[in-house]
């Protein structure tokens, strides 16, 4: 089992910044693939950033291109999204996720992962 515990979400103007951690923590003894979600309300959960520890390699949805970082410290199994320049339609529930053993796919896909933390709001108002 793999715990997952997001933190950094508020609220911000337009324009604004906030960073998201997610801390992971059980049974991890190898890298292993964590992404970061958000769903609004009525929408659907859709990918933001992901990556795998064991790289430096990541996916960004093109929504999010040039303003979100996302970043990884294996010493603390911590995973960070740096967003800057954030708009109003960024405004979601965010939540991170995450694989052991990734089965193929998309890394935005939110169907490729197993272990899910609760989520932490962002609020962007213009």
């Known amino acids: 089992q793999v715990q997952l515990v997001e933190s950094g979400g508020g609220s911000v103007q337009a324009g604004g910044s906030l960073r998201l951690s997610c801390a992971a923590s059980?049974?991890?003894?190898?890298?292993?693939?964590m992404g970061w979600f958000r769903q609004a309300p009525g929408k659907e959960r859709e990918g933001v950033a992901a990556?795998?520890?064991?790289?430096?390699?990541?996916l960004y949805a093109d929504s999010v291109k040039g303003r979100f970082t996302i970043s990884h410290d294996n010493a603390k199994n911590t995973v960070y999204l740096q967003m800057n320049s954030l708009k109003p339609e960024d405004t979601a529930m965010y939540y991170c996720?995450?694989?052991?053993?990734?089965?193929?796919?998309?890394?935005?896909?939110?169907?490729?992962?197993?272990?899910w933390g609760e989520g932490t709001q962002v609020t962007v108002s213009s």
């Open positions: 996720a995450a694989v052991l053993l990734w089965d193929g796919g998309s890394w935005l896909d939110p169907d490729g992962y197993s272990y």
């Open positions: 990556t795998y520890t064991g790289t430096i390699n990541t």
């Open positions: 059980g049974y991890i003894d190898s890298a292993f693939n």
